[in-house]
């Protein structure tokens, strides 16, 4: 195309005003009236022109978009790939990106935290059924914040406490559902059979990380998740649970383990991808990321020095502790 539609929306503003001011030099009242309506229209058929482009035309590509960016886009609500199918509509996290009120922190009691994922069919995509098919996971992290030093605690970690889980009802109703296949490969990686129709695939760290309680003020997960076959049709996000101890069972209220909350839906690809889920705002984040985003974090343009700066402010990239130590195997609830 001749101009782009950035390019096209400067042009057509650019010549309407200048006709625009032309003309009111030398008109009255009314006919100046009309030709500035004349230039809101123009306004309009410009700006239609340009959010009407292709995607490719005007975003950027997110194969060679930047850790913390595409952590930013997992977190921000109306960026997901996809809806899990069988998952109410009116269910909060429905559309991905979720974080219940006051949950950025854990409960000032608590002392455990658990990173966790899970897979769903896609939404409108047919039903698939090669046994063959499945999803491979690998190198999940849970880093937690420690409030009085400012630190990122690599918390858990798959290659040393490994990955449970199981098929369960889509909208996690409490009924029966069938065994879900598991097994950990040469690498470290754990191989996923696939979602039925009706279930999903809801996987965890095994070991529950554990704290000094009231200690922490956020939490970060990451896993890489890929599909062994480009016929398939699903998608995935991630999330955290904060759990009252390292060996709490599960309650179906869910007073021993309150979700942090969970990342946007990504489409599965036979290529690695990286899901993300961080319980802060995106302002802090910027201010103070984990470790694995922190060197491709950008400088916030926005933020200002206060008289009363917080000493969390800077980025700290230590990625151990030894105040943080992983629980003692203990029986592992699910994460609704």
């Known amino acids: 195309m001749l101009f782009d539609p950035y390019e096209f929306l400067v042009l057509i503003l650019s010549l309407a005003l200048m006709r625009y001011c032309e003309l009111s030099l030398r008109t009255n009242g009314p006919a100046r009236a009309f030709h500035l309506t004349g230039l809101a229209v123009a306004f309009c058929m410009a700006s239609e022109s340009f959010v009407l482009a292709s995607p490719a035309e005007v975003l950027p590509d997110k194969k060679t978009i930047s850790p913390i960016l595409d952590a930013i886009d997992q977190n921000t609500p109306g960026q997901s790939q996809g809806y899990p199918f069988g998952v109410p509509r009116n269910y909060a996290w429905y559309r991905g990106s979720h974080k219940p009120p006051g949950a950025s922190s854990p409960p000032s009691d608590f002392t455990a935290v ?17 046994p063959d098919g499945g999803i491979v996971v690998a190198n ?46 040469p690498d470290g990686s754990v191989a996923i059979g696939f979602p039925p129709v009706g279930y999903n695939n809801h996987f965890w760290i095994i070991d529950r990380g554990t704290y000094p309680a009231g200690s922490v003020d956020g939490v970060y997960v990451e896993m890489d998740m890929k ?30 383990n309150p979700g942090a909350g969970m990342s946007n839906w990504v489409e599965l690809s036979t290529d690695w991808s990286t899901l993300r889920f961080y319980s802060w705002s995106t302002h802090r984040l910027l201010m103070n990321p984990p470790p694995p985003l922190a060197e491709t974090a950008p400088t916030p343009r926005d933020v200002r020095p206060r008289a009363t700066a917080s000493p969390c402010s800077l980025p700290n990239r230590r990625a151990d502790h030894p105040l943080i130590v992983p629980s003692l195997p203990g029986e592992t609830g699910h994460a609704r």
């Open 114 to 130: 658990t990173g966790w994922g899970q897979v769903y069919p896609k939404a409108g995509a047919p039903e698939y059924t090669n």
């Open 140 to 185: 999940a992290k849970t880093y937690v914040h420690l409030s009085g030093t400012c630190e990122w605690i690599l918390i858990q970690d798959q290659s040393a406490h490994g990955i449970a889980g199981d098929h369960f009802v889509s909208d996690f109703k409490p009924k029966p559902a069938p065994p879900m296949k598991l097994s950990t490969q």
């Open 227 to 256: 599909i062994n076959d480009a016929s398939m049709k699903f998608v995935a996000n991630v999330g955290a649970d904060w759990w009252r101890d390292a060996s709490s069972t599960f309650l179906r209220n869910f007073a021993n």
